[in-house]
Every structure is written in structure tokens, then in C-alpha cells.
């Protein structure tokens, strides 16, 4: 039995939350959201009240179940080991596939600080892959190692993106958020397009939940970091993404590949746009360092209850699982290889589409794990679950046919894994 203290306390729980939370999103969305002007903050608000609900529930889950394995190990206790496999391979997928994207994002801030790091589609590549192998050696080495590195680089990309909404606030001009709905779509319609568009950036409020077992106290250490988490990096990159579009103009931003760095640039001179590259190249690795540290840890948990290959089980002295951290790192890198001819924005859209994809499943199928075991809970309870569960479909509709397509491709990749496992002498 192992006796060991858990590695990671709140604030490393919390940061976890943060560092995954706020990656890439922060310093791309901005462009991606201009035509839509000030009408964005109509998605940005549906996507933080669903965001938080959703959090809610799994601030909920994580009291009743402390164990390792966050959506997993919800649906596997609810509905049974069928229903854990699927959510349990989502969930992988998904962390993989954001690995590959986090990792090309890291290439792509790194070439704007610079650019001869990218400067070839083979250097791209060279640089992204080699982000994403030293966060799995740092993890190899262990949670404690990988949850400081997370605490850092937490700390140096959350400050700054917060002292640049607060100090940007005095420059905006308020005519550029006129006319306030450029698009010439209805408001409805572009809530719902900005909605699907702005989840990316809050993918992982969950990730304090995944690791669980090795956090401590988690029945009140992993709610708090969830809620408190969440609220942290949901408001600092919607702060900083609004005053971004208030401080450039709309045709300018559009076709901004930093958004952010050209913002500072203007404001306080090319030092401060480089500063920001900087800043976007430690929040890329940063989110990329947590999601490594938690692809290995939902497989394991699904291979200890005999539902994926054992091979996943197995973990060393320090109870790392580094069996699973080595092949979720090689699937990520056959994705960044295989399509390191294509440009850095086309691979990065690529890797996205597959994580976000399949990481919505999980959340509809949590909250329901939720309700099955709660329906005696207070109505106001029942309310918030109905609502984050509501939301959880619509977003997985509002990211339209063609991910659709690929999370039920996905889904039907791990079919004969989970017969295999089922049926197998």
C-alpha cells in the first residue's frame, strides 16, 4: 500500500487549473473574434456562466469521488465500465490531440520572439516537438517536479496578461467597438458562433480533478482549486481579449497572428511587443506542461479498473505512470509529424478541431453521472445541473458538422480496444 504524502497542494492545484486553462486561447482568439466586434462578449458570456456551472458540478463530483481520473472515474461510478471506457478514451484523445496544439502553438510564439526557430516547416516541428518532449521528461521525473513547473510558469504568464487588461482598460477607444455588431448576423447567431469559438479557452477547469488521488485533501483542496481556478483564468482572458479588440483596429486584427504582441506594440513600442511574445511563448508551455501531466493519469486509472490495456497500469517508484506519458507523447507527435508540411496555423487548427471535439462528451456525461447519484439533491442543485448540462450539448453543437464527424470517428477508433479489454482470455 502506498503510504507516500500527495504531491501537489491547492496552489498547485489551482495552477494547474489556471496553467491549463490559459495556453493558446488568450493571445489567438482575439483575431478569430474581430468581425464579430463588441458583440463578441455576448459568446464570451455564455461560454463563462457555462463554464462556471459546469465547474459547479465538478466541484460537486470531486467531494463524493476523490479518486484518480476527473470524468472518467464520474461516468465509470454512475454508469458502469462501458460507459467509463468511452468517456475515459474522449477524455485521452482529447489530451493528446490539445498536446499536438499546445506544442505547435509553443512554435509558433517561440518563432515570433524567434524567427529563424521557425523559419522552415522541419524547424517548426523540431521546435514543437521538442517542447512537448522535455514537459514528459519533467513529468517522467515525477507530479511533485512537474506541479512547481506548473506553479512558475503559472505565475509569469497569469501576472502580466492581467496587468495588460487592467493597464490596456485606459487606452481603449470606445469607436472601436463600433458598429457593435459588424458581422451582419443575427445577435443569436453570433452568440452562438462566438460561444463555440471562445470554449477553446476554457477547456481544462476540470484538470484539478484528474489527479486526484495524488492532491491533498482533495475533498476540499480539488472543489476550491476548481472554482477558484476557473474564475482566475475565465475573467483574465476575457479581459484581455476585449481590450485587445478595443485597442486595434478591426481590419489591423484581423489579420493579426499576435494579436496581443501587436496591441503592446503600438501602445508602449516594439520591446513591449516582444515582451508579449515572450509571455505567449511561456503560456503555451505552461498549459502544455499540465496537460502532459494529466494525459498519463486518466488512462491509468482506467487501466487499474481492467477497462483499458494494462500497460497503462503500470507506473515507477514515484507512482508516475510513464508507460502512459511516453505513448500519449508519441500519438501527439506523430500528429505534429505528420503534418509538419503544413503551415503552423493549419496544424494548430487541425490539433484543436480533434481536442475539442472529443473533450465535450465527458462534460455532458459528468454532469449526468452527477444527477444519477444526486436526484435527491436541493432543486436549486438540480437547476445548475440541468443548465451546465444544456450547455454542454449546445457547445458540442456549436462546434459544427465536421467536428462532429471526427469526435464519432474517434469515438468508433476505440471500439475494438473496449471489446478487446471486455472479451479477452
Known amino acids: 500500500m502506498n503510504t507516500k504524502p500527495a504531491p501537489l497542494g491547492l496552489w498547485t492545484a489551482i495552477s494547474l487549473v489556471v496553467g491549463s486553462m490559459i495556453g493558446s486561447g488568450v493571445f489567438l ?22 463554464a462556471f456551472l459546469l465547474a459547479l458540478v465538478y466541484s460537486w463530483l470531486s467531494k463524493k469521488i476523490t479518486r484518480t481520473g476527473g470524468s472518467y472515474a464520474y461516468a465509470h461510478e454512475a454508469f458502469g465500465p462501458g460507459t ?43 521546435a514543437a516537438l521538442g517542447a ?6 519533467v513529468n517522467i521525473a515525477g507530479l511533485r517536479k512537474a506541479g512547481r513547473m506548473q506553479l512558475i510558469t503559472t505565475i509569469l504568464k497569469t501576472v502580466p496578461l492581467i ?15 463600433q458598429p457593435f455588431n459588424p458581422s451582419g448576423e443575427s445577435l443569436m447567431a453570433v452568440t452562438t458562433t462566438t460561444a463555440a469559438i471562445t470554449l477553446w479557452a476554457f477547456l481544462g477547469f476540470e484538470a484539478a480533478t484528474i489527479p486526484s488521488a495524488s492532491i491533498k485533501d482533495p475533498e476540499r483542496t480539488v472543489p476550491r482549486a476548481t472554482i477558484i481556478g476557473m474564475l482566475i483564468a475565465g475573467i483574465a482572458t476575457m479581459l484581455t481579449c476585449t481590450v485587445v479588440i478595443g485597442l486595434l483596429p478591426s481590419d489591423v486584427l484581423v489579420k493579426s497572428a499576435a494579436p496581443m504582441a501587436d496591441a503592446a506594440a503600438r501602445l508602449w513600442g516594439s520591446p513591449a511587443g516582444v515582451a508579449v511574445g515572450i509571455v505567449a511563448t511561456i503560456s503555451c508551455f505552461g498549459a502544455l506542461n499540465g496537460w502532459v501531466l494529466l494525459q498519463g493519469q486518466i488512462p491509468m486509472a482506467a487501466a487499474k479498473d481492467g477497462i483499458f490495456p494494462s500497460i497503462f497500469a503500470k507506473v515507477d517508484s514515484r507512482n508516475t505512470p510513464v508507460t502512459g506519458l511516453l505513448i500519449s507523447s508519441a500519438l501527439a507527435t506523430f500528429i505534429v509529424f505528420s503534418n509538419f508540411t ?19 462528451l465527458p462534460y455532458a456525461v459528468s454532469v449526468a453521472a452527477w444527477v444519477k447519484m444526486n436526484q435527491k439533491a ?48
Open 29 to 50: 482568439l482575439p483575431a478569430t473574434l474581430a468581425s464579430y466586434g463588441a458583440a463578441s462578449l455576448l459568446g464570451w458570456g455564455v461560454t463563462l456562466c457555462g
Open 84 to 126: 467509463g471506457f468511452f468517456v475515459a478514451w474522449s477524455n485521452w484523445i482529447s489530451m493528446w490531440c490539445g498536446n499536438a496544439a499546445l506544442a505547435v502553438a509553443f512554435a509558433g510564439s517561440l518563432g515570433a520572439v524567434f524567427p529563424e526557430a521557425t523559419s522552415t516547416p522541419i524547424r517548426g516541428a523540431s
Open 132 to 137: 512537448l518532449w522535455f514537459c514528459t521528461i
Open 163 to 177: 496587468l495588460f487588461g487592467i493597464l490596456g482598460l485606459a487606452y481603449v477607444q470606445a469607436d472601436s467597438y
Open 342 to 360: 503544413h503551415s503552423l496555423i493549419q496544424l494548430f487548427a487541425f490539433s484543436i478541431l480533434l481536442s475539442t471535439a472529443a473533450n465535450l
Open 378 to 425: 436541493p432543486i436549486y442543485k438540480l437547476v445548475i445541473a440541468g443548465l451546465a448540462f444544456i450547455f454542454a450539448v449546445l457547445a458540442l453543437k456549436g462546434t459544427g458538422n465536421e467536428a462532429l464527424l471526427w469526435g464519432a470517428g474517434l469515438m468508433l477508433m476505440g471500439v475494438p480496444v473496449y471489446l478487446y479489454q471486455r472479451f479477452k482470455p
